[in-house]
């Protein structure tokens, strides 16, 4: 089992920046992908960027690209996401989740899904 805390979430003005941090415990040995997923109000669920523990590789959905980084301190079984320039449509509760088993692409998971979730922290951008 895996748990997953997500943090950093608040209130920004839009072109601002917000750094949120997830920090993973319990059998993280076990987990090959990370991945950051948002939820706005009246619309699905959406994967924002997610990373492979085995190789580091990333990816970024296309609003994102540019702006959003992702990464990863194994040492401290944390993943950080770290948004620049927001705007007010990235507003969004967003959450942390895992994924363990064969080493796919985090992109894999990311679609198929993933296994672990956080509960989510809620990020604002005012305009």
């Known amino acids: 089992e895996v748990q997953l805390v997500e943090s950093g979430g608040g209130l920004v003005q839009a072109g601002g920046s917000l750094r949120l941090s997830c920090a993973a415990s319990g059998f993280t040995f076990d987990v090959n992908a990370i991945g950051w997923f948002r939820q706005a109000p009246g619309k699905e669920r959406e994967g924002v960027s997610c990373?492979?523990?085995?190789?580091?590789?990333?990816y970024y959905r296309d609003s994102v690209k540019g702006r959003f980084t992702i990464s990863s301190d194994n040492a401290k079984n944390t993943v950080y996401l770290q948004m620049n320039s927001l705007k007010p449509e990235d507003t969004a509760v967003y959450y942390c989740?895992?994924?363990?088993?064969?080493?796919?692409?985090?992109?894999?998971?990311?679609?198929?899904?993933?296994?672990?979730w956080g509960k989510g922290t809620l990020v604002t951008v005012s305009s």
């Open positions: 989740a895992a994924a363990s088993g064969p080493q796919y692409s985090c992109t894999y998971y990311l679609s198929y899904g993933m296994h672990y």
């Open positions: 990373i492979t523990r085995s190789d580091g590789s990333t």
